[in-house]
């Protein structure tokens, strides 16, 4: 049900079942979790497989998951989603992206998730795309930056579903527009290392 996308380097598809083994691994890695509450085990993420399919079918658009295309090697996950939490800025639609980490430092997500904003604006009708992300995910906040996402400060939040006192609980929110999209504010590949929001 997922339309596939196509950039230089990647190809965004529907999941399938040989992504399972792989995106249990990079669930299960710490590096890779280290911005949300904890790694999950094998059957957290086959059950966060299904839901992300399960996205397609109820809005047109999902969380992709993304190969080489040289290779047809599944590195992680693209695309657009509809938080299930309450907050001001909400109801909306997020921009995310997890990657395995062999996939880090090469600007896979800034290029994944560009081809993702632009099939939220051009082919979903979006208005407006949010992203958002522990303050201390600075690498995930530069990807939102490279693809041209403005930070609204005045709208940070405490995630609702972490307790008082959690270190993860502060959020940042980034914001994109039809008309901004194109218009990058940072330009380059990504270098830093990990690429997830």
């Known amino acids: 049900m997922a339309p596939v996308l196509t950039t230089e380097r990647l190809t965004l598809r529907g999941w399938r079942e040989d992504d399972?083994?792989?995106?249990?691994?990079?669930?299960?890695?710490?590096?890779?979790?280290?911005?949300?509450?904890a790694t999950l085990d094998r059957a957290a993420s086959d059950a966060l497989a299904t839901r992300i399919t399960a996205g397609?079918?109820?809005?047109?658009?999902?969380?992709?998951?993304?190969?080489?295309?040289?290779?047809?090697?599944?590195?992680?996950?693209?695309?657009?989603?509809?938080?299930?939490?309450?907050?001001?800025?909400?109801?909306?639609?997020?921009?995310?992206?997890?990657?395995?980490?062999?996939?880090?430092?090469?600007?896979?997500?800034t290029e994944a998730a560009r081809r993702a904003l632009r099939f939220g604006f051009h082919d979903a009708g979006l208005a407006e795309i949010l992203s958002f992300t522990a303050t201390g995910n600075t690498r995930s906040q530069a990807v939102m930056r490279?693809?041209?996402?403005?930070?609204?400060?005045?709208?940070?939040f405490d995630?609702?579903?972490?307790?008082?006192?959690h270190p993860l609980r502060r959020h940042v929110l980034y914001r994109a527009t039809a008309s901004s999209l194109g218009r990058p504010t940072q330009q380059g590949p990504d270098q830093q290392g990990p690429d997830q929001a």
């Open 146 to 156: 490279r693809i041209g996402m403005t930070h609204d400060s005045a709208a940070d």
């Open 20 to 37: 399972l083994a792989p995106f249990a691994e990079l669930n299960a890695d710490p590096a890779v979790m280290e911005h949300f509450p």
């Open 56 to 109: 397609f079918a109820a809005h047109g658009f999902g969380l992709w998951a993304v190969e080489t295309t040289a290779d047809r090697r599944f590195i992680g996950f693209t695309g657009l989603s509809v938080p299930g939490f309450h907050a001001p800025f909400l109801p909306g639609v997020e921009i995310g992206w997890r990657l395995a980490r062999g996939a880090w430092g090469h600007g896979y997500a």
């Open 159 to 165: 995630h609702p579903d972490l307790p008082e006192g």
